[in-house]
């Protein structure tokens, strides 16, 4: 890795910095994991896996420089898939038909 | 292609081929023979094929359009083909992944869709248990409600096109069609489960989506109401397009008002799962889609072609589709009212209460034989004027501003022949100033 | 694909962008096509979630998951998109020697996975653990098989590139960088999967 280009020679600073802190924060989510927080665990759990993703869809696939086309289509797929992963769940925990352990009537 | 033929391959398995309605619910649909099988394996291919030409059709409609062809401009058969790709894109993909759970449920034993506890003809059914059949359930239907609009929304982009043409002014306050339509697809995604209100789904869930199926009928009733508004001081002109797209306008209309009490929760529960439900979705596809895609063959033969289909052939196929469709699905109207169910094996004929309805399914049989016979002589015009029907004497022969009027009849590999320009709305007919009723959108000139 | 030029004419902005999206038409293929994946694992996601909390009980995932082998398994993928970030700016650069050096090491990394993974599958089958055991295992195999083949259409994919794929570039270079590119989006995405992959089904 020492002949890089010549043209991105910052570049390769800044995707070596992204690398480790995406590291950095797998090791704080396994610290987390390893602490068994449950319920609290997945609340800090799954922000961080996000944080990590971000960052790598950021500055990995170039998103900061991807035009307004890009960021729309993402922001839709994002509230489609957001949908998609919450309310089936919600109509599990919220039904008179199965009792769990968080339903309260 | 391939989806397809492993599909009707299995018509050829020795237990037949998927029978567990096209809704393919678990756990039937878990543990039933091998035709389920063949049936996702199929299916996994076609929403495969599915999403590879939503994403050319996306690339295409925002990358290759002309010079000076803003969004405002395009004709609203491609603002319809759009929004569709973009409910194919995102709304199949959960699909797949159902079949993949499913799959995996009939091939490796495990229990996505298998409650645990689960009873088949009386003796416990062996399986690890923990599933749930309502997963089955969410996951279709997330994809089954964008699905009617991707059957729904190319034909209203049809009959658009065909009712501007044809009375030979623009579309009625086009950009709120345009919004419209933006609207519907988004909230397409988050209605899906008024398919499931008969499972004992909790109030606030239900109400919910009782509430966002109420607001999607909004742009529908907008977009037809432009649409009939249009019409408003037109200069009609009644060919066999036209006769089509005015007959798709009151009866998807009327097929869309049927579906309002089965979009409220409450009047849902005793016609879920009636005929009822089978007459309001036929309604809206088969007097809705059928006939706006029979609009757009006649519509678009001049081009494909360089004939005209032949009229007498058009009102023969025409007058008894019409009539025959109404008298097939409007009694199951009243037959689902009174409450005879669906997938019967008998039709009904052991319930008390279905007694004074059965008779209609005498009336629906001669109405579809006679729906039936009536495409006979449509089949007949299609390949009868490809060779010997009246020939067009211009690439534009109904006097269309839209873009595709501007290609060579039959269009050729690449479409147009010379550059485009893009140089006005899509629907600038009877223009003031203008010589002839029409301008086309790549004409500078008015 | 001899007619690169003559198609650049004929259907444009494969290889440049279009002014107002700013795209050329494969990257916005891609990330169109990106999208409907994000729909696809989600309905996996989405499953997963349901099944768990309607479930009466659910294993101690930490407990049956191989965490160490995951965490390196996350290393090494995410090692695998800086090599393939270098691979793209070698192949800017003109440098076809180091580009092919980057991609090498990226479908290398990318076997290293999936033999880690193989070995995590072995385990878990020894154990006596199969996907129809439970629905936790059975969400697990599916899902992390179901990314395994998307490592491997990728690693086809890269090897295409630099096998016959090297044709491309001595036809049009810029065509060739943009189709690095829109293959390296496709391998950061697979590789953003995993996170969420490593986090549902082993800390959670």
Redesign the interface.
């Known amino acids: 890795?020492e002949?890089?280009?010549?043209?991105?020679p910052d570049?390769?600073k800044r995707?070596?910095l992204i690398?480790i802190t995406?590291?950095l924060l797998?090791g704080v989510?396994?610290l987390?994991?390893?602490l068994q927080l449950h319920i609290l665990?997945?609340f800090l759990?799954?922000p961080i896996?996000c944080i990590?993703?971000g960052i790598?869809?950021f500055y990995?696939?170039h998103l900061m420089t991807?035009?307004?086309?890009?960021h729309l289509?993402?922001l839709?797929?994002?509230v489609?898939?957001v949908t998609?992963?919450?309310w089936?769940?919600w109509d599990?925990?919220y039904s008179p038909r199965?009792p769990?352990?968080?339903t309260t009537y | 292609m391939i989806g397809g033929l492993l599909m009707v391959s299995s018509f050829f398995l020795p237990g037949g081929p998927a029978s567990n309605g096209w809704t393919s619910y678990s756990p039937l649909s878990d543990i039933s023979h091998d035709g389920q099988t063949i049936w996702l394996f199929s299916m996994a291919i076609i929403i495969i094929s599915s999403?590879l030409s939503?994403?050319n059709f996306?690339?295409t409609i925002?990358?290759?359009r002309a010079p000076g062809m803003t969004f405002e401009r395009l004709p609203f058969f491609i603002w319809a083909q759009l929004i569709t790709a973009f409910l194919l894109?995102?709304?199949?993909?959960?699909?797949?992944?159902?079949a993949?759970?499913q799959l995996?449920d009939r091939l490796?034993?495990?229990?996505?869709f298998l409650p645990t506890g689960l009873y088949v003809n009386g003796q416990i059914y062996h399986?690890?248990g923990?599933?749930?059949p309502?997963?089955w359930q969410?996951?279709f239907w997330?994809l089954g409600h964008p699905e009617v609009y991707v059957l729904i929304l190319p034909a209203l982009g049809i009959v658009t096109e065909i009712i501007a043409n044809n009375t030979r002014k623009p579309i009625a306050g086009y950009p709120m069609m345009r919004y419209s339509i933006i609207f519907l697809g988004f909230l397409s995604f988050v209605v899906w489960s008024h398919h499931t209100y008969l499972t004992g789904m909790g109030t606030d869930i239900t109400a919910f989506f009782q509430t966002t199926t109420m607001i999607i009928s909004i742009p529908s009733v907008i977009i037809v109401s432009t649409l009939f508004i249009t019409l408003w001081g037109g200069s009609i002109r009644f060919n066999m397009p036209m006769l089509f797209a005015l007959a798709f306008l009151p009866m998807f209309g009327f097929g869309g008002l049927t579906g309002l009490p089965l979009g409220l929760a409450a009047t849902d529960i005793p016609l879920h799962d009636t005929y009822y439900v089978i007459g309001h979705f036929h309604y809206v596809v088969a007097p809705g889609v059928i006939l706006g895609l029979f609009a757009g063959i006649y519509y678009w033969y001049p081009k494909a072609t360089g004939r005209m289909m032949n009229n007498i052939l058009g009102h023969l196929h025409f007058w008894p589709t019409l009539i025959a469709m109404n008298f097939v699905f409007f009694p199951m109207l009243i037959q689902g009212l009174m409450g005879v169910n669906r997938r019967m094996y008998d039709g009904g004929a052991t319930y008390l209460f279905a007694h004074d309805v059965l008779f209609w399914n005498v009336v629906i049989s001669w109405a579809a034989w006679i729906l039936g016979l009536a495409q006979i002589p449509f089949i007949i015009n299609f390949f009868y004027s490809m060779n010997h029907g009246e020939k067009v004497h211009s690439d534009n022969p109904w006097h269309s501003t839209t873009l595709e009027w501007a290609t060579p009849t039959p269009p050729g590999h690449?479409n147009f022949t010379k550059p485009i320009v893009v140089y006005r709305d899509p629907y600038s007919y009877s223009l003031e100033g203008a010589p002839k009723d029409y301008s086309p959108q790549d004409q500078k000139e008015i | 694909m001899h007619e690169t030029h003559e198609t650049e004419e004929?259907?444009?902005?494969i290889v440049h962008p279009?002014e107002d999206?700013?795209?050329?038409?494969a990257k916005?293929?891609i990330?169109?096509?990106l999208?409907?994946?994000?729909?696809?694992?989600?309905?996996?996601?989405?499953?997963y979630?349901?099944?768990r909390?309607?479930?009466?009980s659910w294993p101690v995932q930490?407990d049956i998951q191989n965490?160490p082998i995951g965490?390196i398994n996350?290393?090494v993928l995410?090692?695998s998109?800086?090599f393939y970030?270098?691979a793209w700016?070698?192949l800017?650069?003109d440098?076809v020697a180091?580009y092919k050096k980057f991609m090498m090491l990226v479908i290398l990394f990318a076997f290293i996975f999936l033999s880690l993974k193989g070995v995590e599958y072995y385990q878990h089958f020894s154990h006596g653990e199969?996907?129809?055991?439970?629905?936790f295992l059975?969400?697990y195999?599916?899902m992390t098989g179901?990314h395994a083949l998307h490592i491997i259409g990728g690693i086809l994919v890269n090897t295409f590139y630099i096998g016959p794929g090297m044709k491309m570039y001595s036809i049009n270079k810029q065509w060739m960088i943009n189709r690095v590119e829109v293959a390296g989006?496709y391998w950061?995405?697979v590789?953003?999967v995993w996170?969420?992959l490593f986090?549902t089904l082993?800390?959670?």
Request: charged content about 10%; glycine content about 8%; overall charge neutral.
């Open positions: 890795m002949h890089h280009s010549e043209h991105q570049e390769l995707d070596i690398y995406i590291i797998l989510i396994l987390i994991s390893h665990g997945i759990i799954v896996a990590e993703a790598l869809g990995f696939m991807k035009k307004r086309t890009v289509l993402l839709l797929t994002v489609v898939f998609l992963l919450f089936p769940a599990i925990v199965t769990s352990e968080f | 999403l939503s994403l996306i690339v925002f990358n290759l894109l995102l709304a199949f993909p959960p699909l797949e992944g159902a993949f759970l995996c490796l034993g495990t229990s996505f399986a690890s923990g599933g749930n309502l997963l969410h996951l997330f690449g | 004929f259907i444009p902005y279009r999206t700013g795209l050329y038409n916005f293929g990330w169109l096509f999208a409907s994946e994000v729909m696809l694992f989600g309905s996996l996601f989405s499953a979630i349901l099944l909390v309607g479930s009466f930490s965490v965490a996350s290393i995410l090692t998109s800086i970030i270098r700016v070698a800017k650069a440098d180091k199969f996907p129809k055991t439970s629905v059975g969400l195999f599916l179901l989006l950061h995405f590789d953003l996170i969420f986090s082993y800390l959670l």
